[in-house]
């Protein structure tokens, strides 16, 4: 019980002390999410992925491998999901139909999760820099699912994947980790000390302000209701998702900190991009945002017991 409060207090507490800025710079002094996001967008999460990956020994095929193996996660997820809310459709009274927005905004809320703002942070706190690198890579593929799978369920199949697959191609990333490969294919170990440096100063910066992005984000949020969509769709995302990364994770042979990194970002809560989705295609506005807000509350719990059975070997 002391090794889990220990875990809990040296890696959650960081990470929620920073996210409170957040949420008081929202509150007291009005602060909007929109610029720091597209600051994170733009400039910020594209110079970490490239310092993570650069400054790494991590081959094209070990990426290659984690990238596949988080797809084939989320592919799990997704499928498990649409399966359990069209049985619960059926099961539950007339009075009580799920609506499709609803039924929508819930399965999207399964499988895009936050990798960013609280995936890298606790991987990071918990794991050291190589978990680091591979965190970063699953964070990339669970944007491009977020970023084609998630519109085209958001849009009821009314976005073509073909079209949101674009949207990919337009995440600033995408390049940042093409030229860190590009310049260790072309043998080019070290950049030039004032480039290196201003890279790793932007990296280094990219955590902290992904936590009060993610706090100044909660600080906008409601009471929760819906309590039967709310409570499953945390389930499969916090509880059932790690699960389903154990067993993806030895069927891609995925070890050391891969493995752990993997498996640790498979319980991350669920993304704010869910909310923009929501408000892009007009579904369920309110439920996204209890559905963020409930499972970023009980992931420090269920993150905390995760890392305890990684350091212990249980998992």
Not at 7 to 26: E, H, K, S, T, Y
Not at 47 to 69: E, H, I, Q
Not at 127 to 139: K, N, P, Q, S
Not at 243 to 252: E, H, R
């Amino acid at each position: 019980m002391n090794d889990l409060l220990n875990i809990f207090i040296d890696n959650m507490v960081p990470v929620l002390a920073i996210a409170a800025v957040g949420v008081v710079l929202r509150r007291r002094l009005n602060v909007n999410p929109p610029m720091i996001s597209s600051m994170m967008f733009y400039v910020f999460s594209p110079a970490l992925a490239f310092n993570a990956v650069y400054t790494r020994d991590v081959s094209g095929g070990d990426f290659l491998r984690v990238y596949l193996a988080t797809l084939a996660l989320l592919a799990a997820i997704t499928v498990f999901a649409f399966i359990f809310f069209r049985w619960l459709e059926v099961a539950v009274s007339s009075r009580h139909k799920i609506k499709p927005g609803e039924r929508v905004t819930t399965l999207v809320s399964t499988f895009v999760f936050n990798g960013a703002n609280f995936g890298i942070s606790i991987v990071s706190f918990a794991f050291g820099a190589e978990a680091l690198t591979y965190a970063v890579i699953i964070y990339i593929a669970g944007s491009t699912v977020a970023w084609t799978l998630g519109v085209y369920v958001s849009s009821n199949g009314q976005a073509s994947m073909l079209k949101s697959f674009r949207s990919v191609l337009r995440t600033p990333v995408v390049y940042a980790l093409v030229l860190a490969f590009a310049l260790k294919a072309a043998g080019i170990s070290e950049l030039p000390p004032a480039l290196a440096r201003t890279s790793q100063l932007l990296a280094d910066a990219s955590i902290p302000l992904m936590l009060v992005l993610l706090g100044l984000q909660l600080g906008g949020f409601r009471k929760p209701d819906r309590w039967r969509l709310l409570l499953s769709g945390t389930a499969i995302r916090l509880l059932l998702a790690p699960v389903v990364a154990i067993a993806v994770a030895s069927l891609f042979d995925l070890d050391g900190a891969a493995r752990l990194a993997f498996i640790l970002q498979a319980g991350m809560p669920t993304a704010v991009l869910t909310i923009i989705l929501a408000y892009e295609f007009n579904t369920d506005k309110d439920l996204a945002l209890n559905l963020i807000m409930t499972t970023t509350l009980i992931s420090p719990i269920t993150l905390s017991v995760i890392i305890y059975l990684l350091q212990k070997g249980v998992i």
